[in-house]
């Protein structure tokens, strides 16, 4: 097989070496891609929203699948372009991915149909919106209802964080047009896991479950980002928890999907916070998760391209998926000054030695030869064992070894984990 993935993020190298171990790959071409991606796939220079140009390529180079990494292109309807054309394409359409492109089209679905979430209210007026604010108790979530590369969530835990949020979100535009509309959350208290599940129509075939790290410093402090670190499995979660999230979260949402006539095909990705009450739904995602993907993805060990291919094809209950007992931790080494502004163009040293650890590039390029920084986040360094703790100090060492000017990244990424287990024992 011939397979097109497109995006240039950690994600979109996880998906690509986990398609690359399948034995019915030829060639991965990946658009426009990243120094990683390059290692194992042909780049193609073409951007993730340029669909005539993406379509036109697929056509022209005998593509047999394609597999859509990003929000952005899916919320726009690339999977409805591919199918236009007659392009074999893994991921929702336009009508089923708004259940990331819009959180409040999300939150009202999941109250329809009755599917634990927060608490909350919408806004299009940024008066109304500050009225209901000052009525509320703190800590309180505020929202961008549109897409805002992960970082249009803010939690506040005083009144002033929070008015100063919602005005820079809803009046000086900090998320663009992402921040027109507004979700105002209640503050849930809990474990945050992330679930996300092969899904086709209402068949839903969970993976295993990850925990990320969105904000930027160790202990949870700074702004939130894409995600700073995952680590899987979950050992402090009980399985009774998980299941529960999938019986009472993720399965009626796919079966509300098909109810509203627009049916889920693809990775469906469940933000969950475990409260005192039981898992309640933080936010949808329509793709592969990053960097979930890159600690889920290596423990699969059911061949990915048999999976997507029952899945377009419409037999994914057929499909038996299997997975490693490894754990995988992923430390995101990030360029100083994400997710604010950051330089561009700093030479990676130390990649080739980082031993028998996976390396996942997100932010880079190649120039005169070089392996540089391209992005906020440059790497996700993935260390796997037979626990939490060897997995964790496996990544780390090898975080270590490599340098950047500026390099940052968090210390305790999985550290919830060891710390429950401790507390246990």
């Known amino acids: 097989m011939r397979i097109l993935v497109i995006g240039r993020g950690g994600r979109e190298h996880a998906i690509v070496w986990a398609l690359k171990r399948s034995e019915k790959v030829k060639h991965i071409f990946c658009a426009p891609g990243n120094a990683g991606t390059a290692l194992l796939a042909e780049n193609v220079d073409i951007g993730e929203m340029e ?10 180079n005998a593509v047999d699948l394609v597999v859509v990494g990003p929000d952005d292109p899916l919320a726009a309807g690339i999977v409805d372009a591919f199918e236009a054309a007659g392009v074999p394409v893994y991921g929702p359409r336009k009508n089923a991915a708004e259940i990331e492109g819009s959180k409040i089209f999300m939150k009202n679905l999941l109250r329809k149909y009755g599917i634990p979430t ?23 979530v505020i929202k961008a209802d549109g897409l805002a590369a992960g970082k249009g969530v803010t939690v506040c835990f005083t009144a002033e964080e929070a008015e100063r ?7 000086e535009k900090s998320f663009g047009a992402a921040g027109d509309k507004v979700v105002i959350e209640e503050y849930l208290e809990g474990q945050e896991m992330s679930i996300l599940s092969f899904v086709d129509g209402e068949t839903v075939r969970p993976m295993v479950p990850a925990q990320d790290h969105k904000p930027v410093f160790d202990g949870d402090k700074g702004p ?63 793709r592969f998760g990053d960097p979930e993907t890159q600690v889920v993805l290596p423990r699969l060990k059911t061949d990915l391209v048999d999976i997507i291919l029952a899945s377009i094809n419409g037999r994914l209950h057929d499909i038996d998926i299997s997975w490693s007992d490894e754990a995988a931790v992923c430390v995101v080494l990030a360029s100083e000054g994400y997710p604010g502004a950051y330089a561009k163009g700093l030479p990676i040293e130390g990649l080739e030695q980082t031993g028998d650890v996976l390396v996942f590039h997100a932010g880079t390029a190649r120039s005169d030869g070089k392996v540089v920084t391209s992005g906020g986040r440059v790497l996700g360094v993935v260390g796997l064992g037979a626990d939490i703790a060897q997995a964790r100090e496996r990544a780390y060492a090898a975080a270590e070894r490599i340098r950047f000017q500026g390099k940052h990244f968090r210390t305790d990424i999985a550290m919830k984990a060891l710390q429950a287990q401790t507390v246990k024992g």
């Open 224 to 286: 939130n980002t894409g995600g700073m670190g995952t680590y899987s499995p979950l050992p402090h979660i009980p399985q009774s928890v998980i299941d529960d999230a999938i019986e009472n979260i993720i399965k009626p949402t796919a079966r509300a999907m098909v109810a509203e006539g627009r049916p889920f095909r693809g990775v469906l990705f469940a933000g969950l916070m475990v409260t005192k009450d039981g898992p309640k739904t933080i936010e949808f995602n329509a």
């Open 51 to 60: 669909f005539d140009r993406l379509v036109q390529f697929a056509q022209d």
């Open 118 to 140: 927060a608490k909350y209210e919408t806004f299009t007026d940024y008066e109304s919106a500050l009225a209901y604010l000052r009525s509320q108790p703190v800590p309180i």
């Open 165 to 171: 949020a919602l005005r820079e979100t809803m009046v």
